[in-house]
């Protein structure tokens, strides 16, 4: 199980260090987006995993896939490169309960690829409806203090022991390294993180400057399923350069 957990990570952290701006593409001639069911709540944008039902047919009518016939939603982060360039833009500034028709122009499918039973040059034909819009919370110092406050939630320092020891931790601080000296996944983080936490708990996320904590809370939220993720969105270093206090490390 643990393998498997850590697979998961790793797959997502290794996409999450794509260039998405290069990934999404422009609208071409021939795409159009028909909302028939309204949404409400927050839009959806670039960076936000969303989850979808879909169906899509040919312009004969065919069926080639749906994800209301397997009954699983489809997870994907919007503008990451992951889908068709027809869907990224096609779901952008959909809302929860939200349903479009997007008509996509092979231009912005599969082009001249044949994939599966889609012929090449296909202009494709979607249902899509927005179930929901999966995402980490970003604080700063003034969010976490309050949190911290607040109480019920736990602030775990993801950084190295080096680093630990060089700047001090939040008093109260869990430390469970997630990222080796080289950037890889600490082969031990899985095993200790998941033995403490579960999916329900509240978790703030730190490391020194936000960046490794933002990829570790993306991987949360999708692949694990988890709900309660906060991101110190400028880390340690700020909340020193700030004047807040910290502690050194036991052990």
């Not at 989850?51 to 749906?66: A, E, I, R």
């Not at 607040?150 to 001090?168: A, H, Y």
Request: glycine fraction near 12%; aromatic fraction near 8%.
């Amino acid at each position: 199980m643990l393998k498997v957990i850590r697979v998961l990570f790793l797959s997502f952290l290794l996409a999450g260090c794509s260039d998405s701006g290069n990934a999404v593409g422009g609208i071409e001639e021939g795409f159009e987006v028909t909302t028939f069911v309204q949404g409400s709540g927050k839009a959806a944008v670039f960076g936000d995993i969303v989850s979808v039902h879909y169906t899509g047919t040919l312009t004969d009518g065919t069926k080639f896939d749906s994800s209301r016939d397997r009954d699983k939603p489809f997870t994907f982060t919007l503008g990451a490169g992951q889908v068709i360039s027809g869907w990224e833009h096609g779901v952008k500034g959909m809302k929860r309960g939200e349903q479009r028709k997007l008509v996509v122009p092979p231009s912005m499918g599969y082009g001249s690829r044949t994939v599966s039973v889609i012929p090449a040059n296909s202009t494709l034909l979607f249902d899509v409806e927005l179930l929901d819009i999966l995402s980490y919370t970003n604080i700063d110092n003034d969010e976490l203090n309050a949190l911290l406050k607040e109480g019920g939630v736990t602030l775990v320092d993801i950084r190295r022991p080096e680093e630990w020891k060089q700047t001090g931790i939040i008093e109260g601080s869990e430390m469970i390294t997630a990222f080796t000296k080289r950037g890889g996944l600490d082969p031990q983080f899985g095993k200790k993180f998941l033995q403490r936490f579960t999916a329900e708990d509240r978790v703030v996320l730190i490391c020194r400057t936000g960046n490794r904590t933002a990829r570790l809370s993306q991987a949360l939220i999708k692949e694990m399923g988890w709900k309660n993720v906060y991101n110190v969105e400028k880390g340690i270093t700020d909340w020193i350069k700030r004047g807040n206090p910290v502690v050194q490390p036991v052990g």
